[in-house]
């Protein structure tokens, strides 16, 4: 049982991680990422790629691929996305869609199917109470309680304020003197090197595979429906909650159940409480 | 009467004709008869031209061409919901699977009739299909995309665990049907032919009726829906029902011509196929539909035996789409004709 809450919490902070980026991304620009685990995971292979090929060490090979993932958020984002910034969700959900496809097909061009283990220097466990807990598991907890008081933090800051300002309303900022481009590559910026460190701590905790984004995208849309869109911490508290949950009736119901419980929750929630979402988010016509 | 509907019959099978054969049609209708017979004429030779089509070409390509009319019709499912009402449906190929899988499974199994067993399917597909639209009938946006994502998982999840019905994760063989004794592809061609005409036929009919209207005013203007009496909710339930049916009618054939599917087949890239389909072709265009059915077969075949690059090219057209072009290859088309029609009238007022 604790055993299970524990890896539950493990896989919930993953998702939660990537919820923190779909949030960031909507709160600053307004755009719903579908992208966001493969804007992720490319980064993620190109670290596989410096410690498998020029032999790298772990700790230089994660800021690089950082400094990479962030570079690719600002081309995607200055070349796809902000041309239709003006555009409805369609245009914006369609478009991440688009650029999630693109980007799972550039990684299996390149680093094709078969799965790949990341060494990382953090491994092994101990023991709590009869309970082993890997280090694996310790790191990505911790990591998205560090990651949610710092997003907690920063959207108290100035340019945290400017990014909510900006969603808002994009021409008053603009007005007063925001620099409304460099908020929404700093968002991107930002969102991709957490999703960067999310899908690095999920694929070297499992398996590094092309396919590793996929199932992650809508569990870190349903966190952040759990929590309320435009929650920091109610995304990071609604993936905890979602990994805890779908792996207790995996264990006890049976691993099928595991999926569909994360979808009828995210549905329940969509038709029992919309308006709550709606209070946080302001609805728009489509 | 019996003329017109004649007329716009054969330039439904132009249209399946003109994917297969690679033909275009004549200009556009008019109120000159002069014009309208020729159409007629034009749309016959194509109807007879998709009949012998068959004896013309080998049985992989009629597999090909089959399978471009299939995607045309479950592409008119995506234009009610997204095009005309507005409604970001991302279930579409779940509803293609409970055709594929509820109609086989009453054909198969419980032996009933597969015209029956296709049509009790998509009934049952436009059910599902009312159930997901109660949230749509609250939710914009991409909170709509999220819960019928959400919902076509379930769906999916669903095809996995009823294990008798569907074969589980594995799959399951589906029982080729053959149309008074034809071989299997002119079967499938056949049907498919039909099944396309009627669903084109009556889609357009019904876009130019009121109910049309009003899912395209629920797109455009849904506050002022309540104001004039309409309720946009049981529109959108309607449009929801509608779509569902069409892609669960598709979704039967689409079975039979794969003959052999797995809760797998109705997942993510097909969705994603299904959204170049009408996004590259245009959304709110029923010829879209056609355009992008081509337009996905076609590229599907070229880029067959270059493994991912096929994915790559559908995720790029959507992009593309998306950014330059968001009426689709039938905006681009009209907007030239309309260009070239005016410089028709420049040069007709200069004379």
Same mark, same amino acid.
């Given at each position: 049982?604790?055993?299970?809450?524990?890896?539950?919490?493990?896989?919930? =902070?993953?998702?939660?991680?990537?919820?923190?980026? !779909?949030?960031?991304?909507?709160?600053?620009?307004?755009?719903? &990422?579908?992208?966001?685990?493969?804007?992720?995971?490319?980064?993620?292979?190109?670290?596989?790629?410096?410690?498998? =090929?020029?032999?790298?060490?772990?700790?230089?090979?994660?800021?690089?691929?950082?400094?990479?993932?962030?570079?690719?958020?600002?081309?995607?984002?200055?070349?796809?996305?902000?041309?239709?910034?003006?555009?409805?969700?369609?245009?914006?959900?369609?478009?991440?869609?688009?650029?999630?496809?693109?980007?799972?097909?550039?990684?299996?061009?390149?680093?094709?199917?078969?799965?790949?283990?990341?060494?990382?220097?953090?491994?092994? &466990? /101990?023991?709590?109470?009869? &309970?082993?807990?890997?280090?694996?598991?310790?790191?990505?907890?911790?990591?998205?309680?560090?990651?949610?008081?710092?997003?907690?933090?920063?959207?108290?800051?100035?340019?945290?304020?400017?990014?909510?300002?900006?969603?808002?309303?994009?021409?008053?900022?603009?007005?007063?003197?925001?620099?409304?481009?460099?908020?929404?590559?700093?968002?991107?910026?930002?969102?991709?090197?957490?999703?960067?460190?999310?899908?690095?701590?999920?694929?070297?905790? $499992?398996?590094?595979?092309?396919?590793?984004? %996929?199932?992650?995208?809508?569990?870190?849309?349903?966190?952040?429906?759990?929590?309320?869109?435009?929650?920091?911490?109610?995304?990071?508290?609604?993936?905890?909650?979602?990994?805890?949950?779908? &792996?207790?009736?995996?264990?006890?119901?049976? $691993?099928?159940?595991?999926?569909? !419980?994360?979808?009828? /929750?995210?549905?329940?929630?969509?038709? %029992?409480?919309?308006?709550?979402?709606?209070?946080?988010?302001?609805?728009?016509?489509? | 009467?019996?003329? +017109?509907?004649?007329?716009?019959?054969?330039?439904?099978?132009?249209?399946?004709?003109?994917?297969?054969?690679?033909?275009?049609?004549?200009?556009?209708?008019?109120?000159?008869?002069?014009?309208?017979?020729?159409?007629?004429?034009?749309?016959?030779?194509?109807?007879?031209?998709?009949?012998?089509?068959?004896?013309?070409?080998?049985?992989?390509?009629?597999?090909?061409?089959?399978?471009?009319?299939?995607?045309?019709?479950?592409?008119?499912?995506?234009?009610?919901?997204?095009?005309?009402?507005?409604?970001?449906?991302?279930?579409?190929?779940?509803?293609?699977?409970?055709?594929?899988?509820?109609?086989?499974?009453?054909?198969? +199994?419980?032996?009933?009739?597969?015209?029956?067993?296709?049509?009790?399917?998509?009934?049952?597909?436009?059910?599902?299909?009312?159930?997901?639209?109660?949230?749509?009938?609250?939710?914009?946006?991409?909170?709509?995309?999220?819960?019928?994502?959400?919902?076509?998982?379930?769906?999916?999840?669903?095809?996995?665990?009823?294990?008798?019905?569907?074969?589980?994760?594995?799959?399951?063989?589906?029982?080729?049907?053959?149309?008074?004794?034809?071989?299997? +592809?002119?079967?499938?061609?056949?049907?498919?032919?039909?099944?396309?005409?009627?669903?084109?036929?009556?889609?357009?009919?019904?876009?130019?009726?009121?109910?049309?209207?009003?899912?395209?005013?629920?797109?455009?203007?849904?506050?002022?829906?309540?104001?004039?009496?309409?309720?946009?909710?049981?529109?959108?339930?309607?449009?929801?029902?509608?779509?569902?049916?069409?892609?669960?009618?598709?979704?039967?054939?689409?079975?039979?011509?794969?003959?052999?599917?797995?809760?797998?087949?109705?997942?993510?890239?097909?969705?994603?196929?299904?959204?170049?389909?009408?996004?590259?072709?245009?959304?709110?265009?029923?010829?879209?539909?056609?355009?992008?059915?081509?337009?996905?077969?076609?590229?599907?075949?070229?880029?067959?035996?270059?493994?991912?690059?096929?994915?790559?090219?559908?995720?790029?057209?959507?992009?593309?789409?998306?950014?330059?072009?968001?009426?689709?290859?039938?905006?681009?088309?009209?907007?030239?004709?309309?260009?070239?029609?005016?410089?028709?009238?420049?040069?007709?007022?200069?004379?």
């Amino acid at each position: 049982m604790v055993q299970q809450v524990i890896a539950g919490l493990q896989a919930g =902070s993953t998702y939660a991680m990537l919820a923190l980026a !779909v949030v960031l991304i909507l709160k600053a620009t307004d755009v719903p &990422n579908f992208a966001t685990a493969d804007m992720g995971l490319v980064p993620t292979f190109v670290l596989w790629q410096l410690m498998d =090929s020029f032999g790298l060490s772990y700790w230089i090979a994660l800021p690089a691929a950082i400094i990479f993932g962030m570079g690719l958020a600002l081309v995607i984002e200055r070349i796809a996305i902000r041309p239709i910034l003006a555009e409805s969700h369609f245009a914006t959900v369609l478009m991440t869609i688009g650029i999630f496809v693109v980007l799972s097909a550039v990684i299996q061009l390149i680093w094709g199917s078969e799965p790949r283990r990341i060494e990382a220097p953090i491994s092994g &466990n /101990f023991q709590i109470g009869g &309970n082993f807990v890997t280090y694996d598991q310790l790191a990505t907890i911790g990591l998205g309680a560090l990651l949610t008081f710092a997003l907690l933090r920063f959207f108290k800051s100035p340019w945290g304020i400017r990014m909510q300002a900006i969603a808002e309303d994009r021409v008053t900022p603009r007005l007063l003197g925001v620099r409304v481009d460099r908020v929404f590559s700093i968002s991107w910026a930002l969102a991709a090197a957490i999703s960067t460190l999310a899908m690095t701590l999920h694929t070297q905790s $499992t398996v590094l595979t092309d396919t590793a984004g %996929a199932p992650l995208i809508l569990k870190a849309f349903v966190a952040a429906t759990m929590g309320g869109f435009g929650s920091i911490l109610g995304a990071f508290l609604g993936g905890l909650a979602l990994g805890v949950i779908a &792996n207790l009736a995996g264990f006890y119901i049976g $691993t099928g159940s595991r999926a569909a !419980v994360a979808m009828i /929750f995210v549905v329940v929630i969509l038709m %029992a409480k919309p308006e709550g979402l709606f209070s946080k988010a302001r609805p728009r016509e489509v | 009467m019996a003329v +017109d509907i004649d007329a716009s019959t054969a330039s439904k099978e132009t249209g399946s004709g003109k994917k297969a054969g690679g033909l275009s049609r004549g200009s556009a209708g008019g109120p000159i008869t002069a014009v309208r017979a020729a159409q007629l004429a034009g749309g016959l030779a194509l109807l007879a031209l998709a009949i012998v089509l068959p004896n013309l070409i080998n049985p992989y390509r009629m597999f090909l061409a089959t399978l471009i009319v299939v995607f045309a019709t479950a592409g008119v499912g995506l234009v009610v919901i997204m095009g005309w009402t507005g409604q970001i449906a991302l279930a579409h190929v779940a509803f293609m699977g409970i055709g594929a899988y509820g109609t086989n499974w009453l054909f198969s +199994d419980l032996g009933i009739p597969w015209l029956v067993s296709l049509i009790l399917s998509a009934f049952a597909a436009a059910v599902v299909g009312v159930l997901i639209g109660f949230p749509a009938a609250r939710l914009r946006g991409f909170y709509l995309a999220i819960a019928t994502l959400a919902f076509a998982e379930l769906i999916v999840r669903f095809f996995v665990e009823v294990d008798t019905i569907t074969g589980g994760i594995a799959g399951k063989p589906i029982e080729i049907i053959q149309l008074f004794g034809l071989a299997p +592809d002119r079967s499938h061609w056949y049907i498919a032919l039909m099944m396309a005409a009627v669903v084109f036929i009556a889609t357009d009919r019904l876009g130019r009726t009121a109910f049309g209207r009003c899912l395209r005013m629920v797109r455009d203007a849904e506050i002022a829906t309540g104001s004039l009496g309409i309720s946009a909710t049981q529109y959108k339930l309607l449009a929801f029902a509608l779509s569902a049916f069409i892609a669960a009618l598709a979704g039967g054939l689409f079975g039979q011509l794969l003959t052999y599917v797995s809760p797998d087949t109705f997942h993510t890239a097909l969705l994603i196929q299904f959204l170049v389909v009408v996004f590259v072709g245009g959304i709110t265009r029923l010829s879209g539909a056609i355009i992008g059915a081509i337009f996905v077969v076609v590229s599907r075949e070229l880029f067959q035996d270059v493994g991912d690059w096929q994915r790559l090219v559908y995720g790029i057209s959507l992009v593309l789409a998306v950014r330059f072009l968001p009426g689709g290859l039938t905006s681009l088309w009209s907007t030239l004709r309309s260009a070239r029609s005016l410089r028709g009238v420049t040069q007709e007022a200069g004379a």
